[in-house]
């Protein structure tokens, strides 16, 4: 099919505020001569919508997020027009906007891998798994979690925008912010690894992420040794008969 027109354009529907004076985000896909509207579920603060960019102005909390958003949002819809054109038949507008917000709402995110994992391994405490090996996961999903809306001001992020990096620059948030030792980082890490492994495996992400990537070594320490000072000290201690067995296996 040749495509001579494709554009995305977003706009506010400023006739339709909500109770806290916010217009919602609308979008408009252009395919040769057809058209198509759709919501973005989004709205925003009019005063900051940018009409010439389709993103707010500002660094505001509000204007971060919702841009963050967007940008999704259009990735989503580039997306579904390049599998839609890689097909070589005939498609309208109408097809771009039914594939994206299908893939959108049937899409696989990180944290969602995480949480459907966690959900699994929760019924199963008990009967063939630990209730520490639970909490691991857990702790790594909130960990990951704080690190996402920390860098992508977003919720969330999708098997299709993370990046080779996305694993290192983990590890020193963890690290450098979040001041976790070497061996916590290790289980962070290799339960990340574990959940994109499962994700390509199940088809929810197209790449192996992180295949090649390498836990960092853990140190090892030498054991500490007693002096002969200290192993006289624990041989001559005196023990009550009260508490000897115990105490003695101790020694």
Not at 128 to 150: H, M, P, V
Not at 181 to 210: D, M, P, T, W
């Amino acid at each position: 099919m040749k495509v001579e027109k494709f554009k995305v354009l977003l706009y506010l529907k400023k006739s339709g505020l909500d109770k806290s004076g916010k217009a919602p985000i609308m979008g408009r896909i252009t395919v040769n001569r057809t058209m198509a509207q759709f919501g973005c579920k989004l709205s925003c603060t009019p005063e900051l919508w940018n009409p010439r960019e389709s993103r707010l102005n500002g660094k505001s909390k509000e204007a971060v997020e919702t841009n963050a958003k967007i940008e999704k949002l259009l990735l989503a819809i580039n997306s579904a027009f390049d599998s839609l054109l890689e097909r070589k038949q005939e498609f309208d507008a109408t097809a771009v906007k039914d594939m994206f917000q299908g893939s959108m709402d049937k899409q696989m995110t990180l944290l969602k891998q995480f949480d459907r994992i966690n959900e699994d391994l929760k019924s199963r405490i008990g009967i063939d798994r630990a209730e520490g090996t639970y909490s691991k996961y857990y702790y790594t999903r909130q960990i990951l979690a704080g690190f996402i809306r920390e860098r992508f001001k977003t919720e969330d992020v999708a098997f299709g925008q993370l990046y080779e990096r996305f694993i290192w620059d983990f590890q020193d948030y963890v690290l450098d912010e979040k001041k976790q030792s070497l061996q916590s980082v290790r289980h962070y890490l290799a339960l990340l690894k574990k959940v994109c492994r499962i994700a390509y495996k199940e088809g929810h992400s197209e790449r192996y992420f992180f295949c090649n990537f390498k836990l960092p070594k853990q140190e090892i320490s030498a054991p500490k040794a007693l002096t002969r000072e200290e192993f006289v000290k624990v041989r001559d201690v005196e023990i009550s008969v009260r508490r000897r067995p115990s105490l003695a296996l101790t020694r």
